[in-house]
């Protein structure tokens, strides 16, 4: 019922900036709550930030002030900014959908395929 597509990454030196997109394909955008996460090689996936549809956001402390989420609901797109790049951001990025107003069913979370980002000089 619903894919995710991520886009957009990379690869960035140091410092530089780099703008994820997610495209969410399906009904009720705007029921989803949507969020990144990341997965540094040998590492767990970790959450990067959750956008709520109140607009309240949380994002990890290792991004926070560097990174910003943001949707587009018109165009059922989410984004993630990410200004001031670390090495340690190097990671493959995913795109999370979880269904959180009128829930039924099942099929609630969703996952996109990944985009590579790599910083490094």
């Known amino acids: 019922q619903v894919q995710l597509v991520e886009s957009g990454g990379g690869l960035v030196q140091p410092g530089g900036s780099l703008r994820l997109s997610c495209a969410f394909s399906?009904?009720?955008?705007?029921?989803?709550?949507m969020g990144w996460y990341r997965q540094a090689p040998e590492k767990q996936r970790d959450l990067v930030g959750i956008?709520?549809?109140?607009?309240?956001?949380n994002y990890a402390d290792s991004v926070k002030g560097r990174f910003t989420i943001s949707r587009d609901n018109a165009k059922k797109m989410v984004y993630l900014q990410m200004n001031s790049l670390k090495p340690e951001d190097t990671a493959v990025y995913y795109c999370?959908?979880?269904?959180?107003?009128?829930?039924?069913?099942?099929?609630?979370?969703?996952w996109g395929q990944g985009t590579q980002v790599t910083v490094s000089s």
């Open positions: 999370n959908a979880r269904r959180v107003l009128f829930v039924s069913g099942n099929e609630n979370d969703y």
């Open positions: 956008m709520l549809n109140g607009a309240s956001t």
């Open positions: 399906g009904s009720s955008f705007s029921f989803y709550r």
